[in-house]
Structures are given as structure tokens and as C-alpha cells.
């Protein structure tokens, strides 16, 4: 059959290791240095803007909102919500392994929302609200639930915010695979149509992403998750492209040189999916950054997915 399932044990948990692939750092220290990056942004993000934090948009836990508002918010504005990764979970120094093997997960808690605010800066100095989901990883959260729950925080931000004109998805990673599996939403469930006047989302900017969960069930990361081969393909993006709607939104699938062939290999098929079906998307591989700072550099005004994406949004 060829492809990941010809790949041995060992291989399969290389090409799901993204810190394996970096040229910059070394596996053991690129992810608690991708947090250190990530977590002063965030810092400087909630200095310099006005934000409402930890806003619940459900009951549980992790159902919380960070909202970065834009400079001048005296009309409306659209919003970049921002899902961040983590491999759907979160690992804390008691629950690591007391001898980590050459594939373990890092010691270090993995991204949440309360690190997920780095890239507001460039974005609400002009005009775009940054929203940046909490939702509840493994072990408490189940896949199903995840999903479900970034689908209920964005019809919380459309019924809540009423001067909010456009809602545009980013995530990474896991969160990317999240944002994917939001494309594929029967609104009418959450209540939130037809009362919308613009699609939901607006666009989507799906950056280094997982869209098949198969090959993820014979690897480390489902020890935490602990899916079935039912959940993994009823929670895989790739299997659910639908043809695309006349309102149907742009989608911009990103993905970083350094990703391992297996990362890069995902993003290619789940584009060319997206595009044979007839939706309005793109492939942008950019050069000379990895898994980690293809992220990270959203905080810059420069960087090239700072301008698209803004770019993005100013057409709509």
C-alpha cells in the first residue's frame, strides 16, 4: 500500500516528532524554548492592548477565551481566533516519564491559551480583535469534546460580540487539524444561523497540521488520547471535504520547510483534497522555518504569514 503504513515502529514516531526535525535546536530543549518565545509574547501582547481574559464561553475548566481587542474598536472589527497545539494535550513534570526515551514527550507543560496571545500585537494595531480558544486537553479532554468545543467558542463569539464582522481561524498544529475540523460544522446545531450575515469562518489559515489522525494511533502521542481507530477517523478533516459551498471560505493551508516529510506530506494531500472539491485554497510552504517559529514569527509585523493573513482579511 506504501506511505506511512510501510514505516517501521521507530520511523512512524520520528515523522510525529516535530522537535526531531528542527535545524535550529535540539529535541530536548526546542519546546520548552518554543513556550519561553511564545509565553513572553503573550506577555507583551497583554501589556499593550486592552483584553478581557479568561472569558468562559462554557462550564468547563478550560472553556475560557482570552480576548485581545483591537487599538480603535468603536465600530466593528473582524477577528483572527487563534487554536493553539500542543498534540491535543498536556503534559505536566508529574505526569512525565522518570526515564524519557529518545521519543518521549517534553517535561515541560505544553502550549495553552494562556501562551496563545504572541501574535495579537501586528494584528489589533490594525483593527483585527485576536481571540485565542482554551479548550480541554488530554488526559481530562476527549477528541470529540475538543472539537466540539472550539465549535462552541465560536458561535459564543458571534452571539456574544454583535459588532464582530468577520471570523477568521488560525491554528497550529493540533490546533490546526481543530480549525480544519471546524470547516466541516452544521451550524444550525449551535444555533447561530441564519442569524449570520458572512460565512462561518470567514477564512482559515491551517498551519502545519495533522488532517488524517490514523498514523497517530500507532505512535506516542495516543498514549495520552487514547483514541480508537473509529474516533481518529471521525475526527480526521481529510475524511470529511465536502464539496465547497457557493459561501464557503478561503483556506490557506501553511507549511514549514523543516516539518518532517510525513507533516508536509498531510498538508499537500488535505490542500489538494480541499481543491477537488472545489474550495478556494492554498499551499504556502515557507522557507527556513520550522514546526516551532513558523508560528512564533506571528508576532513580527514582517514576517510573511503576518502580511497574508492580514492581507486575508482586508479582502473580505
Known amino acids: 500500500m506504501g506511505g506511512w503504513r510501510d514505516m517501521s515502529a521507530e520511523a512512524l514516531e520520528d515523522q ?8 535550529r535546536l535540539d529535541r530536548d530543549t526546542i519546546i520548552d524554548a518554543h513556550l519561553a518565545v511564545t509565553a513572553a509574547g503573550t506577555e507583551r501582547a497583554r501589556a499593550s492592548a486592552q483584553t478581557s ?20 474598536h468603536s465600530g466593528t472589527f473582524p ?5 493553539h ?12 516519564p522518570t526515564a524519557p526515551g529518545p521519543h518521549s514527550l517534553s517535561a515541560s507543560l505544553f502550549p495553552s491559551k494562556d501562551e496563545s496571545g504572541f501574535a495579537a500585537p501586528p494584528l489589533v494595531s490594525q483593527g483585527v480583535a485576536v481571540v485565542a480558544v482554551g479548550y480541554d486537553t488530554a ?23 454583535p459588532e464582530i464582522r468577520g471570523i477568521y481561524l488560525c491554528g497550529h498544529s493540533a490546533g490546526a487539524h481543530l480549525a480544519a475540523m471546524v470547516l466541516f460544522t452544521d451550524w444550525t ?9 458572512v460565512p462561518l469562518p470567514s477564512g482559515a489559515v491551517l498551519v502545519s497540521g495533522v488532517y488524517d489522525l ?5 505512535t506516542y502521542v495516543n498514549d495520552a488520547l487514547n483514541m480508537s481507530r473509529e474516533v481518529a477517523q471521525r475526527n480526521s478533516p481529510m475524511r470529511h471535504v465536502a464539496p465547497a459551498v457557493p459561501a464557503a471560505c478561503e483556506v490557506l493551508v501553511v507549511v514549514a520547510q523543516h516539518d518532517s516529510p510525513e507533516f508536509r506530506r498531510q498538508s499537500q494531500e488535505y490542500s489538494q483534497a480541499l481543491r477537488a472539491a472545489g474550495w478556494s485554497v492554498s499551499l504556502l510552504d515557507l522557507a527556513s522555518v520550522d514546526h516551532f517559529d513558523v508560528i512564533e514569527k ?9 502580511q497574508v493573513i492580514l492581507n486575508m482579511i482586508s479582502r473580505a
Open 85 to 96: 497545539g500542543g498534540y491535543w494535550q498536556c503534559l505536566s513534570p508529574q505526569l512525565a
Open 79 to 83: 477577528v483572527l481566533v487563534y487554536i
Open 214 to 218: 490514523e498514523p497517530i494511533l500507532h
Open 139 to 161: 488526559p481530562r479532554g476527549h477528541m470529540d469534546t475538543m472539537v466540539l468545543q472550539v465549535r462552541r467558542s465560536l458561535a459564543f463569539l458571534v452571539e456574544q460580540y
Open 16 to 23: 510525529y516528532s516535530p522537535s526531531r526535525w528542527s535545524p
Open 298 to 306: 506571528l508576532s513580527e509585523n514582517s514576517y510573511i504569514l503576518t
Open 53 to 72: 481574559l479568561h472569558v468562559p464561553y462554557g462550564k468547563g475548566d478550560g472553556e475560557k477565551l482570552d480576548i485581545y481587542f483591537p487599538t480603535d
Open 189 to 197: 446545531e449551535f444555533h447561530v444561523v441564519p442569524d449570520i450575515k
